[in-house]
């Protein structure tokens, strides 16, 4: 397996969009409003509609000036998101949502309702450039990092939604498309305002934000430093090196032991249990003897404060790859929790419209 796509840490900068409210910091809202004539006050009045009513459009901002709401919006408010196709499943349960951006790359979030909550799966890159051979992301590379308030301006639209349904969204996982550990500022300020206290942010429970990484070892020792108490999900999918070089390959930077030792020190510092991501694929990573190990080597360097999510592998189109049968899926969980480690089946929903793994984005590209 040497024709991999390469690896790409380094997204292209070009196609950035103009900057929004929330890519900036509070200091340069004022300043920006006050360049443009609005009391310093201003900002939070903004930042309340928001992050509070989940609205991006100043002209429904009666409070502010009627004559500087247009002032308002084309300056901070460009619009980030448009929709392009929506499709739901689960008897209306999931919604995924295909927006275009203003460079016309496309990106998708899926929204998931739970009877006792309701998690947004975002992105946090345009395309991904980890280049693992399973994910259809993964084939595409890297088009280019999110914005801040890209990734923030998805969870505004989810919470919109959730609202209009007298309902509210409570978790938001980075599972769509990209890194999120590798467009590491954004994401981090994305996740501060995901989080905040209104007015500041969206008030969501940190601990009910996931960020997942296929395991950049010193951006996980980072994040384990930031004073956040966020889930992290590291996508392990094997245990030993020598097929973890292939299923992921940025393993060939970052080794198994360094993933689960950063894991462990992200574990120790939050006092949250990592949750480790596992694609079960047919006859290539779901024998016996990997769920042993699974299970003896997160046991020994994470004792209680782990957890292992199966994920059945959901293909992608023409892959030569495929889910495991049941009953290997169910030996392999008696397994691993034989060793002292919980593990459980992640629930499969949005599968027949694509909605895991950035296969909506992918089908719209080849038409
Ligand atoms: N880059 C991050 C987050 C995005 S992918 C990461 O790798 O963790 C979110 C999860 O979906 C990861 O665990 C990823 O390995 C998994 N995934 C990708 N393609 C998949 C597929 N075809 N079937 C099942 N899981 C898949």
């Not at 900036?24 to 004539?37: D, F, H, K, N, V």
């Not at 801040?148 to 309902?167: F, L, P």
Request: glycine residues 8%.
């Amino acid at each position: 397996m040497s024709d991999f796509p390469k690896i790409q840490l380094l997204a292209p900068k070009r196609g950035m969009p103009p900057k929004h409210f929330a890519d900036l910091s509070g200091e340069e809202r004022i300043a920006a409003l006050q360049e443009l004539g609005l009391p310093k006050f201003s900002a939070n009045q903004i930042a309340r509609h928001y992050y509070g009513k989940f609205e991006a459009d100043p002209l429904a901002m009666t409070d502010l000036p009627e004559n500087q709401r247009q002032r308002v919006k084309d300056a901070l408010f460009p619009r980030l998101l448009t929709p392009v196709r929506e499709v739901e499943t689960d008897d209306g349960d999931t919604t995924k949502t295909l927006w275009r951006l203003h460079d016309g790359i496309l990106l998708e979030s899926v929204l998931m309702r739970y009877p006792d909550r309701a998690t947004l799966c975002i992105s946090s890159q345009a395309g991904c450039g980890m280049a693992c051979p399973f994910c259809a992301t993964g084939q595409g590379g890297l088009d280019r990092n999110l914005s801040t308030a890209e990734i923030v301006d998805q969870v505004r639209e989810a919470a919109a939604k959730m609202a209009s349904e007298g309902s509210r969204l409570s978790n938001i996982v980075f599972m769509g498309m990209g890194e999120p550990l590798a467009n590491y500022n954004r994401v981090i300020s994305a996740v501060r305002q995901i989080t905040s206290p209104n007015p500041e942010g969206f008030g969501i429970s940190q601990r009910n934000v996931t960020v997942s990484t296929v395991g950049l070892a010193p951006q996980i020792r980072k994040l384990a430093d930031e004073g956040l108490s966020c889930t992290l999900a590291v996508s392990l999918h094997t245990p030993d090196d020598e097929l973890r070089d292939e299923l992921v390959p940025m393993n060939n930077r970052f080794a198994v032991a360094d993933v689960l030792d950063a894991a462990r020190y992200y574990a120790e510092q939050t006092g949250r249990r990592v949750s480790i991501e596992y694609a079960l694929i047919r006859d290539i990573n779901d024998h016996d003897f990997r769920a042993d190990m699974l299970g003896r080597k997160l046991h020994d360097t994470l004792g209680s404060l782990v957890h292992v999510n199966l994920i059945p592998l959901n293909p992608t189109p023409g892959s030569k790859w495929d889910a495991s049968p049941r009953g290997r899926q169910d030996e392999f969980v008696r397994r691993v929790i034989a060793q002292g480690v919980p593990c459980t089946v992640r629930d499969t929903k949005g599968q027949e419209i694509a909605a895991a793994c950035g296969q909506l984005a992918a089908e719209e590209k080849t038409g």
